[in-house]
């Protein structure tokens, strides 16, 4: 690939959102997936792809803990403000109001712990399936009632939005376990001494890794949630630009979702989540953001394997590997070769690009400029202990 003369010439716009979302008005817009892009950079160089080229679209699906939905019930007769809720056994949070809900991924059923949680209730919900909630609360003059146990389908809700706070992240590390004895994470089961190893996410074709400099991807950005139209809301909580760990936070309307990309998961042992797909699409509005996009191969992006044997602050990275060994299925580790295996679904990763692709072909998804763009100074720290010498109230 050839090197440009000057930054001016490399951040030249070739085109705009204005002029992309006209294109795709009348049907006109040249869209490729992040992988047919960077195949077909390697043979015509990314500087004559950038002028053919109006965007490019990523996909993500693996599971994003971090997550959840917003649901508000309505007010019933007698009203009541909840205190305690459950949906199916798992208990859900009432940060809000009197009827507000949030449903955690996470959350694990007090009768089926490891095996149903929020997650489920969430796919369940998105179904069209019916769900028992049971709610408690102390009673007011104004909101007199103080149980409540009833049916719900999605149809009751006035309101039902994905609100998830931690999603796609840039890239992830390799996980195995040196330890003499299978360990249970959420990474999924390590065997012994390096017996295995675990990967996520979905390498080239994963969303922040094709704008690394968060260029187009941004608060406002319209992306895939879940099998609908949602939003970048800014910054996922953890953001770490500097290790190549960005993160995002998201909104999407649940009533819209289609249950193939949003699926609640048991992880053995360790708990409840949920798996969420998630594609962006990418302007090529310059050649610096097709170039990144090109370079971007799994090939190039290098992740670090860790030891799960061992606590986090003092888990010793024993190589880095590229997203082309991982998804071989071997790598090799201390001079052992190990089985490794994904976490996410890189075929769902594909399905994904290649549905949002066909969304801006057909004049169904318009690009979105973002209000405002992600930080990339934000540093994730470890948190601070201190010794507490009294209650602090």
């Known amino acids: 690939m050839s090197v440009l003369t000057s930054n001016c010439e490399f951040e030249r716009p070739i085109r705009t959102y204005e002029e992309i979302n006209e294109k795709i008005r009348k049907g006109d817009a040249v869209v490729l997936r992040a992988d047919?892009?960077?195949?077909?950079?390697?043979?015509?160089?990314?500087?004559?792809v950038a002028k053919e080229v109006d965007v490019v679209t990523t996909g993500t699906f693996g599971a994003m803990c971090s997550s959840g939905a917003v649901i508000n019930l309505g007010h019933s007769d007698p009203p009541i403000k909840i205190d305690k809720?459950?949906?199916?056994?798992?208990?859900?949070?009432?940060?809000?109001?009197?009827?507000?809900?949030?449903?955690?991924?996470?959350?694990?059923?007090?009768?089926?712990?490891?095996?149903?949680?929020?997650?489920?209730?969430?796919?369940?919900?998105?179904?069209?399936?019916?769900?028992?909630?049971?709610?408690?609360?102390?009673?007011?003059?104004?909101?007199?009632?103080?149980?409540?146990?009833?049916?719900?389908?999605?149809?009751?809700?006035?309101?039902?939005?994905?609100?998830?706070?931690?999603?796609?992240?840039?890239?992830?590390?390799?996980?195995?376990?040196?330890?003499?004895?299978?360990?249970?994470?959420?990474?999924?089961?390590?065997?012994?001494?390096y017996g295995n190893a675990t990967f996520s996410g979905a390498g080239e074709l994963n969303p922040l890794i094709n704008d690394p400099e968060y260029e187009t991807i941004g608060i406002g950005t319209r992306i895939f949630l879940g099998g609908a139209k949602g939003y970048v809301i800014g910054e996922?909580?953890?953001?770490?630009?500097?290790?190549?760990?960005?993160?995002?936070?998201?909104?999407?309307?649940?009533?819209?979702?289609?249950?193939?990309?949003?699926?609640?998961?048991?992880?053995?042992?360790?708990?409840?989540?949920?798996?969420?797909?998630?594609?962006?699409?990418?302007?090529?509005?310059?050649?610096?953001?097709?170039?990144?996009?090109?370079?971007?191969?799994?090939?190039?992006?290098?992740?670090?394997?860790?030891?799960?044997?061992?606590?986090?602050?003092?888990?010793?990275?024993?190589?880095?590997?590229s997203y082309r060994e991982l998804k071989s299925g071997k790598i090799e580790i201390l001079g052992k070769t190990v089985k490794v295996s994904p976490l996410s679904s890189l075929k769902g990763a594909i399905e994904i690009a290649e549905i949002l692709k066909k969304w801006i072909e057909d004049g169904r998804f318009f690009l979105s400029k973002p209000v405002e763009n992600l930080p990339r100074d934000s540093v994730f720290k470890p948190m601070k202990e201190r010794a507490v010498t009294k209650r602090m109230v």
């Not at 909630?133 to 939005?161: H, M, S, V």
């Not at 953890?238 to 949003?262: I, S, W, Y």
Request: aromatic share 10%.
């Open 36 to 48: 047919e892009f960077k195949r077909l950079a390697e043979v015509k160089g990314y500087e004559n």
């Open 85 to 193: 809720a459950w949906i199916n056994d798992v208990p859900v949070c009432h940060p809000g109001a009197a009827v507000d809900l949030y449903i955690g991924a996470a959350q694990m059923s007090e009768t089926k712990p490891f095996e149903y949680g929020g997650g489920h209730v969430i796919e369940d919900l998105i179904r069209g399936e019916e769900v028992e909630l049971r709610a408690t609360a102390y009673g007011t003059d104004c909101y007199p009632r103080t149980r409540l146990e009833t049916t719900i389908t999605k149809y009751d809700l006035n309101q039902f939005y994905m609100l998830n706070f931690r999603n796609s992240y840039q890239k992830y590390v390799c996980a195995t376990n040196g330890r003499d004895t299978v360990i249970y994470t959420y990474m999924g089961k390590l065997l012994p001494q």
């Open 236 to 321: 996922g909580t953890q953001h770490d630009p500097g290790n190549q760990m960005g993160t995002l936070m998201v909104k999407g309307n649940c009533m819209e979702m289609d249950a193939r990309f949003v699926r609640g998961a048991a992880i053995t042992r360790y708990g409840t989540s949920i798996y969420v797909g998630l594609g962006i699409p990418i302007p090529i509005l310059n050649l610096k953001i097709a170039k990144n996009i090109a370079v971007m191969t799994d090939e190039n992006i290098m992740v670090k394997v860790l030891d799960y044997g061992v606590p986090r602050r003092s888990r010793p990275v024993l190589r880095e590997v």
